[in-house]
């Protein structure tokens, strides 16, 4: 960890102390003290970037003066660990609840995929890089939401907008999450100024070769070795609301989709059992080839039709294989939202 990351985490934890001690011994309590710092928190089921954009927000706002810490909605995943590891961050802790809290979220502003209890915290900001969801506010807020590949892009463009210099080891872990985010700038939601981002917080880093650390994520992202399908399925896995139905959405990544052979059978079992448990209307599953780039869609839904609706070709039994389409925000929700309208 660097100085000044230290730096900003100590601020951060001094000054909730300083204003617990304040607090009159009989109305100190625990919400109490939690209340005074600000939690920047990703969306559920947790990715790279959700978890990068939670712990560079919540160093720039640190060091602006608005105490933060980085938060998680659950259990981060391998190429996460192996990116908080390698740049020696802490992981973040996880909250669930929204309730007496100051937030910040990042990387999503959709109610559904945000902390329980929304309407009972205090959102002070939103970061974010996803079409404008359905979070809705009672006071002012900062909002920053650009058509990019990663959050990390945004929250970088935020540090330059303010003047404040980007860590060692907050940089490497933000590009870290700007690849995985963009598949190595592959996805279709990849812009310039993400490869300037790149370049830039590598250049911080000290990092020559983006490609090879790149590789390096992958390489742990796409190692599914032992996992059981359920938690396949579910670790980037995202519920919607579209013309009033109930829509799951999960997405694999993977480095060929031949990896993905063993565990097919097994998916598709527990994507007929999410789908009945949750009530949805369709659960759809993006297995993603990073190689071939193209994403084979498995589908369980009640509607048949909508597919093709959707995507202008009719689906082989219950999957499609879609050339070209890697991004779920891009290239999937658009075209099922506008189906599912019809
Ligand atoms: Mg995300
Ligand atoms: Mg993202
Ligand atoms: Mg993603």
Not at 106 to 127: F, M, P, R, W, Y
């Amino acid at each position: 960890m660097t100085i000044r990351f230290c730096l900003g985490l100590l601020l951060c934890g001094l000054s909730a102390l300083n204003s617990f001690a304040q607090t009159p011994p009989k109305a100190a309590s625990a919400t109490k003290a939690a209340a005074s710092v600000a939690y920047v928190v990703g969306h559920r089921n947790p990715d790279l970037d959700s978890i990068a954009s939670a712990i560079g927000l919540a160093d720039l706002m640190t060091r602006r003066g608005v105490p933060c810490v980085p938060a998680a909605q659950g259990k981060v995943t391998p190429d996460t660990a192996f990116a908080l590891a390698k740049f020696g961050l802490p992981v973040p802790e996880i909250i669930t609840d929204a309730t007496d809290r100051k937030l910040l979220l990042t990387d999503h502003s959709d109610t559904l995929q945000s902390l329980d209890n929304l309407a009972k915290g205090e959102i002070l900001a939103i970061v974010d890089h996803h079409k404008l969801g359905d979070v809705t506010t009672r006071s002012p807020l900062e909002m920053w939401v650009w058509p990019v590949g990663s959050t990390c892009t945004v929250v970088a463009g935020m540090y330059d907008f303010y003047g404040v210099g980007i860590p060692k080891g907050v940089a490497g872990t933000m590009l870290c999450a700007l690849l995985s985010d963009t598949l190595l700038f592959k996805s279709s939601t990849t812009t310039p100024t993400d490869h300037r981002t790149a370049e830039k917080l590598a250049r911080i880093e000290g990092i020559r070769d983006i490609q090879a650390l790149g590789m390096e994520v992958f390489r742990v992202k796409a190692n599914l070795a032992g996992t059981p399908a359920r938690e396949l399925l579910l670790r980037d896995y995202k519920d919607f609301t579209m013309g009033g139905k109930k829509v799951g959405i999960g997405q694999i990544e993977v480095m060929g989709l031949s990896t993905l052979d063993p565990y097919k059978a097994g998916l598709r079992a527990e994507m007929n059992l999410l789908k009945a448990e949750k009530g949805l209307s369709a659960l759809f599953l993006m297995l993603t080839d990073i190689l071939t780039e193209g994403t084979e869609l498995l589908l369980v839904l009640d509607d048949g039709a909508l597919v093709e609706k959707a995507f202008g070709r009719k689906p082989q039994g219950d999957r499609l294989w879609l050339p070209g389409v890697m991004s779920r925000k891009k290239d999937v929700v658009p075209s099922l939202e506008k189906a599912f309208a019809r």
